[in-house]
């Protein structure tokens, strides 16, 4: 079995969620993550918070996430399947494709 990693992207929102719609969300990740854990395809997961700094090249930092930008990176996981398209079938249900955002699927790379 290969390892990959989902990415989940969503439009960023300005609107606050209330506590009770929070715990509803939470809950659809868990279960939805649950799911994936009982097949024994989980390896990990998190989630990205707003804080972060980039360095390029030349050795210059910038801060980060980039407010200018529309869509953000909210977090991960990393599952355990056969194949690309098998772990595209994995990705069914997950809860940032119901507010219309995207998964994004990649093999990890194992460097020896």
């Known amino acids: 079995m290969k390892e990959f990693m989902m990415i989940f992207r969503n439009e960023k929102s300005q609107e606050k969620s209330s506590p009770e719609q929070m715990q509803a969300m939470i809950k659809l990740w868990q279960d939805w993550i649950g799911g994936i854990a009982a097949q024994g395809k989980f390896v990990a997961t998190n989630a990205l918070g707003f804080e972060g700094k980039t360095i390029d090249s030349k ?3 910038t801060d980060g996430p980039y407010t200018e930008l529309k869509e953000i990176v909210g977090g991960y996981i990393i599952v355990k399947e ?7 079938k994995l990705s069914e249900g997950c809860p940032v ?3 219309g955002g995207k998964v994004e699927i990649r093999d990890v790379m194992v460097l020896n």
């Open 59 to 61: 050795g210059i930092v």
């Open 82 to 88: 056969k194949s690309i398209d098998e772990a595209l």
């Open 97 to 99: 494709l119901a507010l």
